[in-house]
């Protein structure tokens, strides 16, 4: 089995912000288990004071290319996601997971899918029919989820000071719910860190 | 050591032998050459082989990997399945499980999930699945495990749903029957053997096929790391072997696949070779040994021949040998027989001479005496009757000295044939000198012996034919018929001998048989002739005197002495009887001795006027030691020579006059008187007077005895006195026995008397008195 230890390696106080003394920005840095910096992890933080998430729309994932775009779509409760085929060939969009299970059965450019999330949770997409087809829906209950980019860095803003949870998922973390956790405390003027990935 | 090679008692067998053990040496190092040869090859293209089959093992066993793989990826993609997996769903798993496991002919199925849960049939394997997707490095989907003693090959699948929940893993148990299916896959027939380790470096067969073997062992261990092909020595007998290790969950091998091929099934193939090696080889052998033989036969044929002829010609008989050819061997082949044949040529020459007499060809007394034996053996076994005709020349000597000895061997040649053409159903041998014999045997008329002496006797009438002259001769015979006359060849030739005697003593120029009569007169001769030797020693003879009278002085002038013999059993034993077998014997020439030694002693005794007359036989003349017997005589006596007369009659000159007189010139010389005894009978011949000056001459007794009544006697008396007269010899008169005769002797002029009428010998004692009588008488 493996175990994951999430260490804070630094932690840096930003200089006093402008704003509202009960709302701040945080920002993390997700490098992986080589030290590289992760891109498409997400990381959330959960807090107690924090609103409830609302639902916007609309929220999409394509199937473009024989590919899942985007490859991991963050949403919130109770959103619906559409499943837009942009190929010529037909697909099978499935999903095991707890979270939610579907099955949207082989269907076309001119055939509209769409499926709710109502609980949160990852749901990983495969299709039948494409074996290398991959890609996730992030139902999140907490407004501060975001991917990380390219560099690994994710900057979530509006975050009460307080105690909270960072939350870092990525499927190549080889932990129960691929997520790694980590308790915060943020200050009113901010919050940045790096997290590491340890094995 | 030395290797020592066999004898051999024939050359033939040693040159057979040698040949043959040379090429059997030969074909042994080709074939253990051929052997090797076929060993290496057979070793290098199995091994060849192995490597190809190791290449094809490794292809089947990736194949059947990837076909186990395909069937797992099969199952791990059906969209159902990864659905029940994703959600749980243990009994649908569990079904779809065993749906496959038959489907795929795969020992168990197994479904393992991210957590390392195992969904399957429960067991010992099932502990060591669930530790099998994070166990074995990355990259490999394989692996070969030892639960329980049992070989299994895991082979693993990931279950995407799409992300990874599980892994589909299948066991396939590797038994005898998976073995199999791969060694039916073979293009040569291979064994192929699952081997387990024991975690201590030693490997073990899963089905007990292969013992533990230390040479297994270093087979897999050294496999590891690269292709190795090994020999091992099993307890099925040897075979090439490689080795797949099969790598487990770590990179140790826990099983490997041991790929054997028996030697013998390598070799196989190469069994007709071997074969056709082995039965040329034989078939070389056989026909180099009929051959070496034939060989050796040509060699050692003419040799050994040689051998058993040389052996032929050491026993004496002879083999005659030919070899044809023109080489060494016949040519000495040829010599051999040459120089055999001139053995065994000079070995008849030599034979014959031994057997046969060289001057008339005749068989010689050898032969005679076998002859005569095989005769008698005959005659016992088949009956019959044998004759043995002994023959002698009467007077044979005389053609000897008179005509000379070419003559003589002539006149011996010549009746040696005669006797042969008149008697050509007989055996005639010369036995030596003038004895002829002839032996008749077998089946012959009875009166077949009497008439063929008759015969011989005939043809001897007639002069014989002897280098031109014309000799008369004779021959007395003496004839014994067998087995009558004697049992063996000694005493018929003894008894014929005795007839021969016979027939001398009966007038010669006759033929006697033999008697009995003449056997005991010959056995009264041997008893005579033992007393003989006695008398000698022990003294038994004594001399008598018998006067001579000397008619001129009116006196006794002398005495003969005359030795007469006591014998201690028979009394006094006459002269006649013992005198003549002292002559044959020999005899006479000790008692001569003695005669001359007693008289010389006696007379020493008597007046000086008179002498003393000793007879001397012809045998003592013959004697050398005559001369000397006389000196010691007179010297031992000291009687002086002129007393001593010595009597020898006529025969003394039969074997030849030269010495005779001279010797008798000697004596005279001494002055010891000579008188001719005897004379007028047998050979008188007057030459005797003129070559000899004799003292006296004593006419024989027969002409006195009849002096008075024929005139013829008594002119023959006074011619010999005259003659004496003449030749200035004095004259003695024998067996004078009345006054008659004394008168007419007288009246003849006859100078001396001897006889009855005066005085019969006397012993030595009645001398004296007789010469005081005689010449008182006289007076």
């Not at chain 2, 699945?129 to 495990?145: L, N, S, T, Y």
């Not at chain 2, 051998?307 to 040519?331: P, T």
């Not at chain 2, 008798?664 to 070559?691: E, K, N, Q």
């Not at chain 2, 004394?742 to 005066?758: H, S």
Request: charged share 20%.
């Amino acid at each position: 089995m493996y175990a994951f230890v999430f260490r804070l390696t630094s932690m840096i106080v930003a200089l006093a912000l402008p704003m509202a003394a009960h709302a701040a920005t945080v920002a993390i840095d997700v490098r992986g288990f080589d030290g590289k910096p992760l891109p498409g992890a997400v990381v959330t933080i959960e807090t107690p004071k924090a609103p409830a998430v609302t639902v916007r729309g609309p929220y999409m994932i394509e199937q473009r290319d024989i590919a899942f775009q985007p490859h991991v779509l963050i949403v919130p409760v109770g959103a619906t996601v559409g499943f837009p085929n942009r190929d010529r060939v037909r697909h099978h969009v499935y999903s095991f997971s707890k979270t939610k299970k579907f099955d949207l059965k082989l269907y076309g450019q001119e055939d509209a899918r769409t499926v709710l999330f109502d609980r949160p949770g990852v749901v990983p997409l495969g299709c039948n029919i494409h074996d290398s087809m991959s890609g996730f829906v992030f139902v999140t209950a907490t407004p501060f989820a975001a991917l990380t980019d390219q560099a690994g860095h994710v900057s979530i803003t509006g975050v009460p000071a307080g105690t909270g949870t960072v939350r870092v998922w990525h499927p190549s973390i080889r932990a129960p719910g691929s997520t790694a956790s980590q308790p915060i405390d943020v200050a009113a003027t901010g919050f940045a860190t790096t997290f590491v990935l340890h094995r | 050591m030395s290797l020592r090679w066999p004898r051999f008692r024939h050359l033939r067998t040693k040159l057979s032998v040698l040949y043959a053990s040379l090429f059997a040496v030969t074909l042994v190092l080709l074939a253990v050459v051929a052997q090797v040869m076929i060993w290496t090859h057979a070793r290098d293209s199995v091994r060849q082989e192995l490597v190809t089959s190791g290449s094809v093992y490794d292809r089947l066993w990736s194949l059947r990997s990837q076909s186990l793989i395909a069937s797992a990826d099969l199952l791990s993609r059906d969209f159902g399945f990864r659905a029940a997996v994703a959600s749980g769903d243990r009994p649908t798993i569990a079904s779809a499980l065993a749906n496959i496991s038959n489907r795929a002919e795969v020992t168990a199925a197994f479904v393992v999930d991210q957590d390392g849960q195992v969904t399957g049939p429960s067991g010992a394997l099932a502990a060591t699945v669930a530790r099998f997707p994070f166990a074995v490095p990355g990259g490999r989907r394989d692996a070969v495990v030892v639960v329980a003693g049992q070989v299994y090959r895991l082979i693993m699948s990931p279950v995407m749903a799409p992300m990874q929940v599980g892994w589909v893993v299948f066991a396939v148990r590797l038994d005898s029957m998976e073995m199999q299916g791969l060694e039916r896959l073979s293009a040569i027939p291979l064994i192929a053997t699952i081997m387990r380790s024991d975690g201590a470096g030693r490997w073990h067969a899963a089905d007990r096929s292969v013992g533990s073997n230390a040479a297994v062992d270093d087979l897999v261990e050294a496999s590891r790391s690269s292709r190795t092909l090994a020999t091992l020595n099993l307890s099925t007998g040897r075979a090439f072997a490689i080795a797949k290790p099969l790598a487990g969950l770590t990179n140790r091998p826990q099983a490997a696949i041991l790929i054997r091929y028996p030697l013998n099934a390598a070799l196989t193939p190469y069994l007709p070779l071997q074969a056709g090696i082995a039965l040329a080889g034989l078939a070389g052998l056989i026909l180099v040994v009929l051959g070496s033989r034939r060989l050796a036969m040509g060699i050692a044929g003419p040799i050994a021949a040689l051998d058993a002829a040389a052996r032929a010609l050491e026993e004496g008989s002879r083999a005659h040998i030919v070899v044809k050819g023109r080489d060494e061997i016949s040519r000495l082949a040829a010599s051999f027989d040459r120089m055999s044949a001139g053995i065994l040529e000079r070995e008849n020459r030599i034979t014959h001479l031994a057997f046969h007499d060289v001057l008339t060809g005749l068989p010689n007394r050898t032969f005679f005496r076998q002859s005569l034996d095989q005769a008698i053996l005959q005659v016992r076994r088949a009956g019959g009757g044998i004759a043995v005709l002994c023959l002698d020349l009467d007077r044979f000597k005389g053609v000897n000295d008179t005509l000379g000895h070419p003559v003589g061997d002539a006149l011996l040649k010549a009746i040696g044939t005669m006797l042969s053409e008149v008697a050509p159903d007989g055996l005639v041998s010369r036995l030596g000198g003038d004895e002829y014999a002839v032996i008749l045997s077998g089946q012959f008329d009875a009166d077949r012996p009497r008439v063929l002496a008759q015969s011989i006797l005939d043809m001897m009438r007639q002069p014989v034919v002897a280098d031109g002259h014309h000799i008369a001769t004779a021959v007395s015979i003496g004839i014994a018929i067998g087995p009558v006359d004697g049992e063996d060849a000694d005493e018929l030739l003894k008894n014929a001998d005795l007839a021969l005697y016979l027939a001398k003593e009966d007038g010669r120029g006759v033929f006697r048989f033999f008697e009995p009569a003449l056997d005991a007169a010959a056995r009264w001769r041997r008893q005579v002739e033992l007393d003989l030797r006695e008398a000698i020693q022990a003294g038994q003879f004594v001399l008598n005197y018998q006067p001579v009278f000397d008619l001129k002085a009116d006196r006794i002038g002398g005495f003969e002495a005359l030795v007469r013999w006591h014998h201690p059993e028979r009394g006094i034993v006459p002269p006649a009887e013992f005198i003549p077998i002292a002559e044959d014997t020999g005899l006479i020439i000790a008692i001569g001795e003695w005669v001359m030694q007693e008289a010389c002693r006696q007379a020493m005794h008597w007046p000086e006027h008179i002498r003393v007359a000793v007879n001397v036989s012809p045998l003592q003349f013959r004697n050398s030691g005559l001369q000397a017997i006389i000196l010691q005589a007179l010297a031992h006596s000291g009687l002086a020579p002129d007393r001593l007369e010595i009597e020898i009659t006529e025969s003394v000159f039969l074997d030849g006059e030269g010495p005779v007189i001279a010797l008798l010139h000697t004596l005279r010389a001494m002055g010891i008187r000579v008188a001719l005894d005897d004379f007028g009978t047998g050979y008188s011949s007057l030459s005797y007077l003129r070559s000899f000056p004799f003292d006296k001459i004593k006419i024989d007794r027969s002409f006195i005895t009849s002096i008075a009544t024929d005139p013829s006697a008594a002119a023959i008396v006074r011619a010999i006195v005259d003659l004496a007269a003449a030749l200035d010899m004095e004259t003695t008169a024998e067996g004078v026995e009345d006054t008659g005769q004394l008168d007419l002797l007288r009246g003849e002029g006859c100078g001396n008397i001897q006889g009855y009428l005066f005085s019969r010998p006397v012993e030595s004692g009645r001398i004296a008195g007789l010469l005081e009588n005689r010449i008182s008488r006289a007076a």
